[in-house]
């Protein structure tokens, strides 16, 4: 059973860069063909879709953010990263990591993690 | 942009029927997911590709799209069924787009 657990810093300053990092267990990060997401939910607001790195090594960033935005995969660790540059407080929110396969639903969720900007 | 609404809230007596709607312009001609969101705890998907549900969901959920409409529905509703509910499709330009989110309360 694949499972996924998000890590990080918990508070950032503005203007710096932000990292994150999803741990997954149960399954290996580049076997299948899987799309590894990042989501968020600000405060307030709804789940906002961030980017995702493909089993491939492709990515795909929401244009919003695309400019501040890299996905990577650290294949000896089961892991992929999060970084976001040039933080402000709009930034703050509950960043959780996803499991999908493609175009579709993500079926496959962690917990999530707290990222405060201030 | 491609966007969809949802009523910020619904309320339901125990034992009773929730249902949350989830409007967007021809939305019945995309795969519409649902999924139950609490505060702490992995988001679930509940409902995938309009009406299936996943492994280990009751049978107490179920889904339809259709015109500009994806509804979700759960019958005999539980206190444990109290949650925000979010619906999802996935629109070319912004890859993932989801519902504001509706907060299920039961009475």
């Known amino acids: 059973q694949v499972q996924l657990q998000e890590s990080g810093p918990g508070l950032v300053k503005p203007s710096q860069t932000l990292s994150l990092t999803c741990t997954v267990s149960?399954?290996?990060?580049?076997?299948?063909?899987?799309?590894w997401s990042w989501i968020r939910q600000s405060p307030g607001k709804g789940l906002e879709w961030l980017g995702y790195i493909h089993t491939s090594g492709r990515t795909n960033y929401n244009p919003s953010l695309r400019s501040r935005l890299v996905i990577s995969v650290d294949t000896s660790r089961n892991q992929f990263s999060l970084r976001l540059s040039s933080v402000t407080a709009a930034d703050t929110a509950v960043y959780h990591c996803?499991?999908?396969?493609?175009?579709?639903?993500?079926?496959?969720w962690g917990q999530g993690t707290l990222l405060t900007v201030s | 942009s491609y966007e969809l609404t949802q009523p910020l809230s619904v309320s339901v007596a125990l034992g009773q029927t929730a249902r949350i709607t989830c409007g967007g312009v021809d939305i019945g001609r995309r795969n519409v997911h649902w999924y139950q969101y609490r505060p702490g705890q992995a988001p679930l998907l509940v409902m995938w590709r309009d009406s299936t549900r996943p492994s280990g969901i009751p049978e107490r959920f179920s889904g339809a799209n259709s015109g500009n409409t994806a509804t979700l529905t759960i019958t005999r509703v539980q206190a444990g069924d109290e949650a925000e509910y979010f619906c999802q499709v996935w629109a070319s330009n912004i890859n993932y787009v989801f519902g504001p989110g509706t907060k299920v309360t039961v009475l």
């Open positions: 996803a499991q999908g396969e493609g175009e579709d639903a993500f079926h496959i």
């Open positions: 149960g399954a290996s990060i580049t076997s299948g063909t899987f799309y």
